[in-house]
Structure formats: C-alpha cells, structure tokens
C-alpha cells in the first residue's frame, strides 16, 4: 500500500459521504475486490470481504430495526419489505448513484466483466462501506448512511409494489386486466455452463411484455416479470 494515492478516497469520503475518515484505509479496503489482491499480492493483503460481513449485518440491523419501529405489518410482509430493500439490485443502484465505481480496485478480468458481475462487486463495496463507516465512526453514523441511501427507497418500492414476489404479483395483474396467465420462454442462452447468461420473455397473450436477464431461468423469470408489471403501471 505504500505510496499508493489516497487524495480521491479521501475526496469521495468529504464530498459524498459527508465527513473525514480517521483510518482512511478502512474505506480503501472497502473499496478493494479479491481479484485486485490477486494481481498486486506483493503491495496488496486485504480485500473487502470481511468489511462486506460486517457491513451487511449492520444494513440487515438497521433496515430491520427501522421497519419494526415505524410499521405495525405481520412478520412476513416486513421481512418481504426488507428483502426488497437489501437485494443487490437495490444497493447496487445505490453505489452506482453515490459515484465510487472509479475508487473501486478490481483486477482488469472484473473490470471487462458482464453487468450482472459488475452490479454484484457493487454492491459488495457497498456493504463493505457500511461496514468501514460503522467501524470508524460508529453505528449512528452508518445508520444515517443507511437511512439515506437505502431506507429512502422504501415508499416507491411501497407505492410501485415491488417488495411483492414479481411473478406471482404479475398473474394476479395479468389475469385482472388481460385475462390470462403469463408464460414465460426463453429468448437466448449464452456463456459457458459454469457462467451460464439466460434472457427470458414474459408473455401476456402471447405479446411479449417484459424482458429479463439472469444466471438462471428462474432469476430471469423475475426480472422479466418485474419488466412486465412495469409496463402495466405505464397503462394506469
């Protein structure tokens, strides 16, 4: 780590996250992926992953305590509201809006990697900044992280409806307005069988309504059927 620039981390961690680190080298390891110890074990030892188990216990801690406060719902529909909040769709898109993909240290394999593998590492920063801010300074200042960046998602995803299980809540949609069922068919499968990419259609009809793109057939079900209840919401 010697010599090694820490002015942006120092930067994104004034500008974007609001305060000074006191161990800025707990945001840098973070910030690292597996891979970039791999190539650089002469200058490098630490990647983010045991800040990226700390991290995600203290999202799950907060989001569940926050949801248990402010919400008289049964157990399983608070734990579907979590679910919803903590997947790595949601804080992915949260470190991708908080600018620190170029700070991220992956090997140049990750960094020409697919979306989803990329979406993945993400969020695993993310987590793992979590887990940096919690250790440096504290639980109130991660939970006000947290609260910023991911509990603030929690009235669209409420409104939108996007906490339910997507297929399920797309035959009850699909079945009120169309009158049908959706069956979903696979539109192209690529990779090799270890990093299998599949895309798959959700059908109304036999009208193509939503695309959706996983490691499996059945993520990609999801992503389909999340793809199709948006374009029902474009018709209310």
């Given at each position: 780590?010697t010599?090694?620039?820490?002015?942006?981390?120092?930067?994104?961690?004034?500008?974007?996250?609001?305060?000074?680190?006191?161990?800025?080298?707990?945001?840098?390891?973070?910030?690292?992926?597996?891979?970039?110890?791999?190539?650089?074990?002469?200058s490098?030892?630490?990647?983010?992953?045991?800040?990226?188990?700390?991290?995600?216990?203290?999202?799950?801690?907060v989001?569940?305590?926050?949801?248990?406060?402010?919400?008289?719902?049964?157990?399983?529909?608070?734990?579907?509201?979590?679910?919803?909040?903590?997947?790595?769709?949601s804080?992915?898109?949260?470190?991708?809006?908080?600018?620190?993909?170029?700070?991220?240290?992956?090997?140049?394999?990750?960094?020409?990697?697919?979306?989803?593998?990329?979406?993945?590492?993400?969020?695993?920063?993310?987590?793992?900044?979590?887990?940096?801010?919690?250790l440096?300074?504290?639980?109130?200042?991660?939970?006000?992280f947290?609260?910023?960046?991911?509990?603030?998602?929690?009235?669209?995803?409420?409104?939108?409806?996007t906490?339910?299980?997507?297929?399920?809540?797309?035959?009850?949609?699909?079945?009120?307005?169309?009158?049908?069922?959706?069956?979903?068919?696979?539109?192209?499968?690529?990779?090799?069988?270890?990093?299998?990419?599949?895309?798959?259609?959700?059908?109304?009809?036999?009208?193509?309504?939503?695309?959706?793109?996983?490691?499996?057939?059945?993520?990609a079900?999801?992503?389909?059927?999340?793809?199709?209840?948006?374009?029902?919401?474009?018709?209310?």
């Amino acid at each position: 780590m010697t010599g090694m620039p820490v002015g942006p981390y120092v930067d994104f961690a004034r500008e974007k996250l609001g305060f000074d680190f006191n161990n800025i080298q707990l945001l840098i390891t973070a910030l690292t992926h597996r891979s970039y110890v791999n190539e650089h074990k002469k200058s490098v030892s630490e990647h983010n992953e045991r800040l990226e188990f700390l991290g995600d216990a203290v999202l799950e801690l907060v989001v569940t305590d926050y949801l248990y406060k402010n919400f008289s719902e049964p157990e399983g529909i608070l734990t579907s509201w979590r679910a919803a909040l903590v997947r790595t769709e949601s804080i992915g898109e949260a470190g991708q809006k908080l600018g620190y993909e170029p700070l991220v240290r992956m090997s140049k394999g990750e960094k020409q990697g697919s979306e989803r593998a990329r979406l993945q590492i993400l969020a695993n920063a993310f987590e793992a900044t979590i887990g940096s801010i919690y250790l440096d300074q504290g639980y109130d200042r991660a939970a006000e992280f947290i609260t910023k960046h991911i509990l603030a998602k929690l009235p669209a995803i409420l409104d939108e409806g996007t906490w339910r299980d997507p297929k399920s809540h797309l035959q009850e949609v699909s079945q009120q307005i169309d009158g049908a069922t959706p069956v979903y068919k696979v539109m192209t499968e690529e990779g090799p069988d270890h990093d299998k990419v599949f895309t798959l259609g959700a059908y109304v009809n036999d009208k193509l309504m939503g695309k959706g793109v996983g490691p499996s057939k059945q993520s990609a079900q999801q992503m389909a059927a999340r793809a199709a209840l948006q374009e029902y919401a474009k018709k209310k």
